[in-house]
Every structure is written in C-alpha cells, then in structure tokens.
C-alpha cells in the first residue's frame, strides 16, 4: 500500500506531548495573546478578530511547522478521506458528530483530517524510531459527559487509540482526561477553554491544552475596546450559561476594571445552551 495515501489527524502538538509524555519534563509555551472584538457579547461569537502578539512574550520552542515541507493538497476530501488501516498510531476524535452541535463534530473532523493527510502523505511521523501513519477514529461524544466517557474508554480498551483528541464543552473534556489518566493515554484538549480545568484537582500528566482560555478571551476583548478602540463604554453581556459563557463574561469585567475604567456593563443575561430564538429569552 501506498503510505503517502492516507487520512489523518492533526499531528504537531500530538507529537510534541508523546515527547512531554515520556521526558516527564515538557513545559507549554505561553499562550499567545489573541485579540477579538465584539459589541456585544455573545457565545454566537466572533463578528471580527485581529491578533496581536509580542515575541518577548512567547517562550523559545526547538519545534516548528515547515510549511515548504507541504504536501500537495490539492486532491483532499475530507467526504472521502482514505483512512488508514493497521499497525498505526490511532487518534480518537471525541466530538458531537450527532445532535445540536453536529457541526461543531464536522469542523474538528475536517481540521484533522487536512493535517494527517498532510503528513501522511510524507509517509507518517516518527513514534519511537519508527515511521507510522496516523490513524482517526470518529467518537461521538453528542455533548453528553455519560457519553463522553463511554466513548473515551471504547477508544482505548477496544480501538487501541493512542490519543483522545477534543473536545468541546468543560464537562465534556473534564471527563475525558479522568479517562486518560485512568488509563494512562495522551489527552489533547483542543477546545474546551475553561481555566480551572488543569488547576488543582483537575490537574493531570496526561492532559495537554493547546487552546487558549476562556479568561483571556474576555479580557482580550476588553483591551481591544479600551486601548485599541477607544470608542464604546457601554456594554451589554450575553453568553451561554456554561462554565465557559460565565468564565468569559467575568473576564470581559476583569479586562475593563483594568483596561477601560471609564467603561460601564449595562446588563448581563446567560441564556441555556443550543437556545435558537433569543426572542423567547
């Protein structure tokens, strides 16, 4: 069979945490500043971005994407990716592929896919001397942490999987690292943004976030609007009512304390989860 031929999942910070993993020492960088704004603040959000980042705050790292090392991907489709069968390294992508937030499933589906048909089609990565593809496993997780977890442990004690990857919402990715700690397998938090998922109790050496957090989301934005655009003072917070949405929206108060002190929250409302008419609200 042809290596270079097939899908995957994204493979980069998969890489680096094996690595973390068995050194025992691996540090995360410092997250990178990310500046979005919006008026009003929603969890439908963002209506626009930029991104600022100093480089004196960013941690020197001996890795880096080579983007002249490319694969052509002119020919990918992720409706019909060639998915790898064998003695390969397996990732789980735990996300909703069903119910309300079905789309949010087929975005990470398809992020992963692009970048492990990247790499495999230079012939895999290399785990423990030896050049391996990389294999996805789709594990829908339906937004439920019950499911969640017994899924995660599908993955590992009958797919073998080398990796959980995802996933959305804090219950949902706090489930999944109990699981990866039990079993002592890699966990890739890639979306779930809330702070104290890696502090205290809820710290695991299986875990690794590489996503920034809900926190400085909030105050992000509220620096834009107090040192950038320096033109509203009245705000109005909307969000979801998660751990996430109410993380967010104290950050967003935290940032303007600090960055726009002549700024003033006018009302602040938390509408349930998947709500479609906010005209009911």
Known sequence: MNQNQY??????????SVRALKLNNERRGNMHSFWKGILVLGSI????SSMGISPAQ????????????????????????VIPK????????????????????????IAALWAATDYNKRGGIMIDGQKKLIQLIKGDMEFKPDVTKKVAERMI??????????TAGTPN?????????????IAQNTAALTD?????????????????????????MAYYFG????????????????????????????GLKEYYPDSRIVGEDYHKLFLADFALT
């Open 173 to 185: 990715v706090k489930v999944m690292n109990e699981v990866a700690n039990k079993y002592k397998v």
């Open 7 to 16: 899908g995957g999942h994204e493979v980069f910070s998969i890489q680096e």
């Open 45 to 48: 959000f963002f209506i626009f």
């Open 157 to 166: 004690l009958e797919e073998k999987v080398n990796v959980l990857w995802g």
């Open 58 to 81: 960013v941690m020197a790292v001996d890795a880096k994407f080579d983007f002249s090392k490319m694969s052509d991907m002119s020919d990918f489709d992720p409706n019909n990716p």
């Open 86 to 109: 064998g003695d390969n390294f397996k990732i789980a992508v735990l996300a909703p592929f069903s119910g309300p937030a079905t789309v949010i499933g087929q975005v990470y589906w």
């Open 196 to 220: 104290d998922l890696y502090e205290g109790a809820n710290f695991t050496r299986y875990s690794f976030m590489t996503c920034w957090c809900s926190s400085q989301i909030g105050r992000a």
């Open 227 to 254: 040192q950038i655009r320096k033109k509203e003072k009245k705000f109005y917070i909307l969000c979801q009512d998660t751990t996430f949405g109410h993380v967010f929206g104290e950050g967003f108060k935290a």
